[in-house]
C-alpha cells in the first residue's frame, strides 16, 4: 500500500493501526441487542400467549396495524406479531439443527479426507464437486420431495446438502496441521492415525467449525423459509416465515402490506444479527483478515 500524499509505502504499523480504526466492532452491540430480544421473545411469548395455529377470526381479518395489533391481522384474522414470534422460534430451530448436521457432515468428511489423503481425499473431493455442481435449493427440492414435506425432511435436506463448506475448512486446516511438529511428535511416540486425529488434530479445528456453523445458521433459515414459501415445509396452516411470506403474496394485490412486512423484516433482521455476530467472532479468529460480512 503506497501514501498517496508522499508516494512512499505505509508502514506495517500504520497499516495495522487503520485497520483496527475501521474494525466493525460497532456490530457487536446491536447485533447481541437485537438477537437477545429475539431469543427472550421466542422463549417467553409461547410460554405466555398460547396461540392456536387454526384459530380463525373473521370479524377481525384483514385489520391494518393498530394498538391491539401492531402489525396488523392476516386474511383470517390471525395477530401478525404473534405468528411472527411463532415462526422464528420455528426457523431459528430448523437453522441450528440444521446448521449442526451439516458442520457434522462436512466435518467428518473434511477431517478423513485431509488425514487419510492419497484416493480417499482424491474421491471426496470429487464427491463434493459433484455435490457443488448441483444448485442447493433444487437438491433440497428433490430431498423434501422423496421424504414428504415436513419439518424433520427440511431439516435433513438443508443438512445433506450444506455440508461442503465445512468439508473444505476442515480438509484445508487437517492438512495444514499435518506437517506440523507436534503431529510428527505423536508419531514417533507411536500414536495411530485415528488418535492423533481425534486427540491432536480435530481440536485445533474446533474454533473453524464452530464459526462455520454459526455462519450456517442465517443461511439454513433463509433456505426453511424458500421451501416453505414454496409448500415444501410445514403445513400451511403453523406458522412459519416462508408460509406467512407465501399467505401474505394474495393480500399485496388488495393493500394488505402489513402482513409481509412483519415476517419480512423479521426475518431480514434475525439474519443480519446472527452475520454481525459471526463477523466480530471471525475477526478475533484471524485479526489480518476483516470480515467481509457487511450489514
Not at 437477545?36 to 384483514?62: E, I, M
Not at 414428504?148 to 463448506?165: D, E, F, M, N, Q
Not at 510428527?184 to 481425534?198: F, N, P, Q, W
Not at 433482521?269 to 489480518?288: E, F, H, K, M, Y
Request: hydrophobic share 50%; glycine share 8%.
Amino acid at each position: 500500500m503506497v501514501d498517496q500524499r508522499t508516494w512512499r509505502p505505509v508502514p506495517r504499523s500504520r497499516l495495522a493501526a487503520a485497520s483496527t480504526h475501521l474494525s466493525p466492532r460497532w456490530r457487536l452491540i446491536p447485533s447481541a441487542v437485537v438477537l437477545g430480544v429475539v431469543v427472550l421473545a421466542v422463549l417467553v411469548v409461547p410460554l405466555v400467549v398460547d396461540l392456536d395455529q387454526q384459530l380463525v377470526d373473521l370479524g377481525s381479518a384483514n385489520r391494518p396495524p393498530d394498538a391491539a395489533h401492531p402489525f396488523g391481522t392476516d386474511e383470517l384474522g390471525r395477530d401478525v406479531l404473534l405468528r411472527c414470534v411463532y415462526a422464528l422460534r420455528v426457523s431459528l430451530t430448523v437453522g441450528l439443527v440444521a446448521a449442526v448436521v451439516s458442520s457434522a457432515v462436512g466435518t467428518a468428511v473434511g477431517a478423513l479426507a485431509g488425514s487419510v489423503g492419497g484416493w480417499v481425499d482424491r474421491l471426496l473431493m470429487r464427491l463434493v464437486d459433484a455435490v457443488a455442481s448441483v444448485p442447493h435449493l433444487l437438491l433440497g427440492i428433490v430431498i423434501v420431495a422423496i421424504l414428504r414435506p415436513s419439518l424433520t425432511a427440511v431439516v435433513i435436506s438443508i443438512g445433506l446438502t450444506h455440508w461442503l463448506t465445512s468439508a473444505r475448512i476442515v480438509r484445508s486446516e487437517v492438512l495444514s496441521l499435518r506437517g506440523r511438529p507436534f503431529v510428527d511428535a505423536a508419531i514417533v511416540g507411536g500414536s495411530s492415525r485415528t488418535r492423533i486425529l481425534v486427540r491432536h488434530l480435530l481440536p485445533n479445528v474446533t474454533p473453524q467449525v464452530l464459526l462455520s456453523t454459526t455462519l450456517m445458521i442465517p443461511h439454513a433459515v433463509w433456505h426453511e423459509t424458500a421451501l416453505s414459501f414454496l409448500g415444501l415445509g410445514l403445513p400451511p396452516h403453523e406458522a412459519s416465515i416462508g408460509n406467512m411470506i407465501n399467505d401474505a403474496q394474495r393480500s399485496l394485490l388488495t393493500g394488505g402490506w402489513w402482513m409481509s412486512l412483519a415476517p419480512g423484516l423479521a426475518l431480514i433482521v434475525v439474519t443480519l444479527a446472527i452475520s454481525g455476530l459471526s463477523g466480530v467472532w471471525r475477526d478475533r479468529l484471524n485479526p489480518r483478515r476483516r470480515s467481509e460480512l457487511t450489514w
